[in-house]
């Protein structure tokens, strides 16, 4: 995580995602993320820097690696260099994700570290302005926080000015999962600033009120956010004149913690039956595909890969041993869950987890539908995995063979594909109950359509006879 | 639960709907806190109180009000 070697570069582009914050824009310039910031924010980042908590959280990966570029170095042209009081170049994150493909653990780790970073800044007399899970992202498997300019001086007697942002795109969200089972994902991708705390309120019924941090985090905010959202009194300054201190903070984060460190979701029955009974073929065919996938990745000499569909992940482990990053993905939220909990536990520092189902992926939206952005826009991939998965999108997402193919082709350049044939018992429960209208789901359209896209590289028949594995790569003439 | 905690839920409960006008989504959040922040901070709350007594009672020094009014 060291930031870039200085070298000149006169393209950058401006990240659409950092326009809110008036004290400071990101720019990318290449593999460089350089932020442009006031007078205000680099004084403040000055007095960061000279903090215990600072160096302490550094030390242990949880702040994103920054330092002031000199005036000389700075990649951007002359107008932007006007436009700002100084540059700060920040180390690359490998994968950039937000919250609604995150999994429960996730957003929970993100918020805990959210927690334990205003805690240490307070106690040295500095904040966070703000409390959103987009400013942390997940590098090497640990959340790190992003967003330096986040940092100010604490103002004598001003409230935790994140607190109701924290509620909103941490608190509630964890609450659905929690309390609730409601998967929090839609909603974090449904509204760019969380679970409003009218809706959250509307969401707890009054049974729910009896659960830990309901009543006062929900419903008592709801009834104050009512009952005083309109009043004409300055409540900042009433509260400092009362003598509202940073102790009370510091008292209301403790327990925020507390109450966070009790929330838990095992996911539900489905989800672990399904995990349980997860291959179908023999030992000696499992092997062949491992081996097969393992040496493909090997060959493809891909930076980046995508497992989509991963399930229990086995494949993606198999595939970071041979890649520099891997994105494991999902749309089953525990199964994604569960790999994120073995990894964390067994120290895999380049699989990044994501909710994310590949007929229904995460869209450009927010301000100017750019704010955020597609996943192959944060992380083109040198090769995807598709395992297992295609008779999910063609029969039961109803995504036509040729549609799905031509998206992956355009998502990358190589695939490495597995066809589940129509005798495999798998794609007959699929089938079962539905009239077959899937013409189009053959080996032989596969072939045809792959080779319209690709050049085949390798195949492999498993010895099941109900399973093909193809490892593709464009060709010069298919690019 | 603490029974401070109740105490806010009852008046609460008995308090009006919302007045709909230009709503600063931070206040009642702020005031929240008052009510989760320890025992430090009964002090300030009946501190609060006082001040909502009096301005509605006609007697409201104001209290110090800076340029940035949030």
Redesign the interface.
């Known amino acids: 995580m060291k930031p870039a070697e200085v070298n000149s570069a006169d393209s950058f582009s401006v990240e659409a995602g950092s326009f809110r914050d008036r004290d400071g824009r990101i720019y990318r310039s290449g593999d460089r993320i350089i932020r442009g910031v006031s007078q205000l924010a680099l004084d403040e980042f000055q007095k960061l820097q000279s903090t215990r908590f600072y160096t302490n959280f550094l030390d242990k990966g949880q702040l994103v690696e920054s330092r002031i570029l000199p005036s000389d170095q700075v990649p951007l042209s002359e107008d932007l260099q006007q436009q700002w009081a100084g540059f700060l170049e920040h180390s690359l994150v490998p994968v950039i994700s937000y919250p609604y493909e995150w999994t429960f653990g996730m957003l929970r780790d993100a918020a805990l570290l959210q927690l334990d970073l205003i805690e240490a800044a307070i106690k040295e007399g500095m904040t966070l302005k703000d409390a959103t899970p987009y400013n942390v992202q997940f590098v090497s498997g640990r959340p790190v926080f992003i967003d330096i300019p986040s940092f100010e001086t604490l103002p004598a007697g001003a409230?935790?000015?994140g607190?109701?942002q924290f509620?909103e795109m941490f608190l509630f969200p964890l609450m659905l999962q929690a309390y609730k089972g409601i998967h929090f994902q839609p909603f974090m991708r449904a509204g760019i600033d969380g679970v409003g705390?009218q809706t959250a309120t509307r969401l707890f019924g009054f049974r729910d009120r009896f659960r830990s941090g309901v009543?006062?985090?929900v419903?008592?905010?709801?009834?104050?956010?009512?009952?005083?959202?309109?009043?004409s009194?300055?409540?900042?300054?009433?509260?400092?004149?009362?003598?509202?201190?940073k102790?009370?903070?510091l008292?209301?984060i403790r327990?925020m913690r507390k109450l966070l460190s009790k929330l838990s979701w095992q996911g539900d029955g489905s989800e672990w039956g399904s995990y349980e009974e997860f291959h179908n073929y023999s030992e000696d065919d499992h092997l062949l595909k491992e081996s097969f996938i393992e040496e493909c990745v090997a060959a493809s000499e891909a930076n980046l890969v995508w497992d989509i569909g991963c399930n229990t992940g086995q494949f993606s482990k198999i595939a970071a041993k041979n890649a520099r990053q891997v994105v494991a993905m999902d749309l089953d939220h525990f199964a994604v869950e569960r790999l994120n909990r073995e990894i964390k536990a067994e120290g895999v520092d380049n699989i990044l987890t994501l909710v994310q189902n590949v007929a229904d992926p995460s869209p450009n939206w927010g301000w100017r539908n750019s704010e955020r952005t597609d996943l192959n826009t944060r992380a083109r991939p040198d090769l995807v995995l598709c395992l297992a998965l295609i008779h999910h999108v063609v029969i039961s997402a109803n995504i036509p063979l040729e549609e799905f193919i031509g998206w992956l082709a355009d998502a990358s350049d190589q695939l490495v594909m597995e066809y589940v044939s129509r005798s495999d018992d798998k794609v007959e429960a699929l089938l079962r109950n539905k009239e077959d209208k899937y013409s189009d789901y053959s080996r032989q359209n596969l072939e045809r359509t792959l080779e319209r896209h690709y050049g085949i590289v390798r195949q492999l028949s498993l010895e099941s006879g109900n399973r093909f594995l193809y490892w593709c790569r464009k060709t010069d003439s298919s690019i | 639960m603490k029974s401070w905690h109740w105490l806010a839920v009852v008046l609460l409960t008995f308090s009006g709907e919302p007045a709909y006008a230009y709503l600063d989504p931070g206040t009642g959040s702020m005031l929240l806190q008052v009510i989760l922040g320890g025992v430090a901070a009964v002090a300030v709350a009946i501190k609060l109180f006082w001040y909502k007594i009096r301005a509605a009672v006609g007697l409201s020094k104001k209290p110090d009000v800076e340029d940035e009014t949030g």
């Not at chain 1, 009194?233 to 201190?245: P, Y």
């Open positions: 409230p935790w000015a607190y109701r509620c705390i009543l006062t985090h419903w008592l905010q709801a009834k104050l956010d009512s009952r005083y959202g309109s009043t009194q300055n409540v900042r300054s009433e509260l400092k004149s009362a003598g509202f201190n102790e009370m903070i008292a209301n327990k």
